[in-house]
């Protein structure tokens, strides 16, 4: 197992001062959080560098780039789902670029009245070329259970009818957890398609849940 922190984390970093942490640290890599198709600016912003450079960077420090995450997600718009295919596509151009083995995405938001199983179906339907194309250019796609589909059992309904060797999960436990479902549920059901996995922690109050520091919550 291998262990990576995101530029979420830190968005006033510099790829320079993130590998120098991430070093320090002893850390094996790091994620990126790419902006394009977001308002969240950090100071790496893999869209606005040099990729051979930052390639380097990494490599001649040891440590790799873990995933490209961003924030698409799949959309029934026909116009959005068009936009955002391409973007995917863009992002696994820059992963490829830099060295980078996987670009992450978010699930789907099931809005009231449309069946999950639907919406899961359509969502799969979008993402075989895409992974197609990643899979072309050496990568692989990673489903976050972010939306809509945060349960194991919700997760394994895109994956499944998908069943692409270029698309996996990314499992984020407390996404799962704010349903009540623990790891000794998720794990057994989604098995190997799991191929990345997030943790964080977070303090509840009267406005939500706020992240903390590990531990801390």
């Known amino acids: 197992m291998k262990f990576a922190f995101s530029t979420v984390s830190s968005p006033k ?37 040099d990729t051979a450079k930052v390639r380097s960077l990494f490599s001649g420090a040891g440590l790799e780039i873990c995933c490209v995450a961003s924030s698409i997600a799949y959309s029934p718009n026909k116009h959005e789902r068009t936009s955002r295919a391409a973007q995917l596509r863009d992002y696994i151009d820059t992963a490829q670029a830099v ?6 995405i978010f699930d789907a938001e099931a809005k009231p009245g449309v069946s999950r199983s639907m919406l899961a179906a359509e969502m799969g339907d979008w993402l ?76 509840f109050g009267p406005l939500g849940a706020a992240y903390c520091k590990l531990g801390g919550g």
Not at 144 to 154: H, I, P, Q, V, Y
Not at 164 to 188: M, Q, Y
Request: glycine share 6%; with cysteine.
């Open 13 to 49: 970093w510099d790829f320079q001062t993130l590998v120098t942490k991430a070093r320090e640290y002893g850390y094996d890599g790091i994620e990126i959080r790419g902006s394009r198709d977001q308002s969240i600016q950090t100071a790496s912003d893999i869209f606005l560098t």
């Open 99 to 104: 060295g980078c083995p996987w670009v992450k």
């Open 128 to 203: 075989l070329p895409l992974g197609d194309y990643a899979a072309e250019a050496g990568l692989g796609i990673l489903v976050e259970n972010s939306l809509s589909f945060r349960t194991a059992k919700e997760m394994w309904m895109i994956l499944d009818r998908i069943n692409h060797p270029s698309i996996r999960c990314c499992w984020d436990i407390f996404n799962a957890a704010l349903l009540g479902e623990t790891p000794s549920t998720s794990v057994p059901v989604l098995n190997s398609k799991i191929q990345y996995a997030q943790v964080k922690d977070a303090k």
